[in-house]
């Protein structure tokens, strides 16, 4: 798959498991895509969360996205980037995670932390495929 592939996998699977490292173990949980664009895949979370710690700390990650129907699966490897943005915070909070909008107007924007994962290595296996190598390339 190419990177506008991937984009529109994601855009279409938006729920991701993100595999974090904290303390040399590996740790992992759903993440819902807060934003899909060519700049990459972006990330909200709070800055109480243990994921924004381990992310700060090693901002190693791979993703992993999964079409039942299809029997497809992308991975997605790379460092993310820690970003400070508040247009970008209130954007994601207005059209996105609206169910954040009463977090937003008790605690303010300074509670939630973005993370971008803007380059990387797209890994795609094919259920269809079994054993057969999977399909590697940049991302």
């Known amino acids: 798959m190419t990177r506008d592939q991937v984009l529109e996998f994601v855009k279409a699977h938006p729920a991701s498991f993100m595999a974090t490292v904290d303390g040399g173990e590996p740790r992992v949980r759903a993440m819902h895509t807060a934003l899909i664009e060519p700049v990459g895949l972006t990330f909200c979370t709070g800055v109480n969360k243990d994921v924004h710690r ?20 992308v991975r997605v490897r ?25 977090v937003v107007e008790q605690f303010g924007y300074d509670v939630l932390s973005l993370f971008r994962l803007a380059k990387g290595t797209s890994i795609v296996w094919r259920a269809a495929q ?4 999977m399909e590697v390339a940049e991302f």
Not at 80 to 98: A, C, G, Q, S, Y
Not at 130 to 133: D, K, L, R, S, T
Request: net charge negative.
């Open 78 to 102: 790379g460092e993310m980037e820690h970003l400070d943005d508040l247009d970008l915070k209130k954007r994601i909070v207005n059209d996105v995670f609206t169910f954040l909008q009463p």
């Open 130 to 133: 079994g054993a057969a190598p």
């Open 54 to 73: 381990q992310l700060v700390a090693n901002p190693s990650v791979e993703l992993a996205y999964w079409d039942p129907k299809t029997g497809v699966q």
